[in-house]
């Protein structure tokens, strides 16, 4: 990774491997972006028992996000199984503890992307990704769908969505990636890390 390269933040919430195959695939469109570099982060699962503390290391997958995540990256890519049709409580939790990046406008203006994966194929897909959009829109981001241009929208019968990528993991969360699912996930990368680029050289 060169340090002076945009840094496109991935920060995802995966309980059984779903949500993190996509922001493999959205890391993968980002890097195939010149002179751009991915950055995987995950945050720790919200415990039902209040002395509960998670390890400062995952056992697996990426690094937990931190305050210099945020500050250091150029654009977002925000990820999160579905939860009865919205973002997953650990991901809430990480957000609602930003008051002080919204506070100093650390995200202001920066592009962002929302992902996510769901047990059915009608279970809240696109209702998950637009309640992750409000906290962005709050930071002042400007968000970015996929467009229409990318075919696989018109064709997909699994995940994929105008408002972002999806995956249809299905109830035991076996489904593999479909290959709809991989082009808009690896295009959404990309159109993400290339929008960062060109507003970095615009500054």
Same mark, same amino acid.
């Given at each position: 990774?060169?340090q002076?390269?945009?840094?496109?933040?991935?920060l +995802?919430?995966?309980?059984?491997? *779903?949500t993190?195959?996509?922001a &493999?695939?959205? *890391?993968?469109?980002? &890097?195939?972006?010149?002179?751009?570099d991915? /950055?995987? /982060?995950?945050?720790?699962?919200?415990?039902? =028992?209040?002395e509960? !503390?998670?390890?400062?290391?995952?056992?697996?997958? *990426?690094? +937990?996000v931190?305050?210099? #995540?945020?500050? &250091?990256?150029a654009?977002?890519?925000?990820?999160?199984?579905t939860r009865?049709?919205?973002?997953?409580?650990?991901? %809430?939790?990480?957000? #609602?503890? $930003?008051a002080?990046?919204?506070?100093?406008? !650390?995200?202001?203006g %920066?592009?962002?992307v =929302?992902? $996510?994966?769901?047990?059915?194929?009608?279970?809240?897909?696109?209702s $998950?990704?637009?309640?992750m959009?409000i906290p962005?829109?709050?930071?002042?981001?400007m968000?970015?769908?996929?467009?229409?241009?990318?075919?696989e929208?018109? $064709?997909?019968?699994?995940?994929?969505?105008p +408002?972002g990528p999806?995956?249809?993991?299905?109830?035991d969360? #076996?489904k593999?990636?479909?290959d #709809?699912e %991989?082009r808009?996930?690896i295009a959404?990368? /990309?159109r993400?890390a290339d !929008?960062?680029?060109?507003l970095?050289? *615009? /500054?």
């Open positions: 990774m060169n002076t390269n945009p840094i496109i933040l991935v +995802y919430y995966s309980r059984h491997g *779903a993190r195959k996509l &493999e695939l959205i *890391a993968q469109g980002i &890097e195939s972006v010149p002179g751009v991915a /950055r995987l /982060r995950t945050v720790p699962a919200v415990s039902t =028992v209040a509960s !503390t998670a390890p400062a290391i995952p056992s697996a997958g *990426a690094p +937990y931190d305050a210099q #995540d945020l500050a &250091e990256c654009g977002l890519a925000l990820g999160s199984p009865f049709g919205n973002m997953a409580s650990s991901l %809430k939790y990480f957000l #609602d503890g $930003t002080a990046e919204w506070l100093a406008g !650390t995200l202001s %920066k592009p962002a =929302v992902f $996510t994966s769901t047990g059915s194929l009608h279970g809240g897909q696109e $998950t990704l637009l309640s959009m962005l829109l709050h930071h002042g981001m968000i970015m769908g996929l467009p229409y241009s990318n075919p929208l018109m $064709t997909t019968t699994s995940g994929g969505t +408002y999806t995956h249809w993991a299905g109830v969360g #076996d593999p990636v479909s #709809d %991989k808009l996930a959404m990368g /990309r993400l !929008t960062a680029a060109r970095q050289g *615009a /500054r």
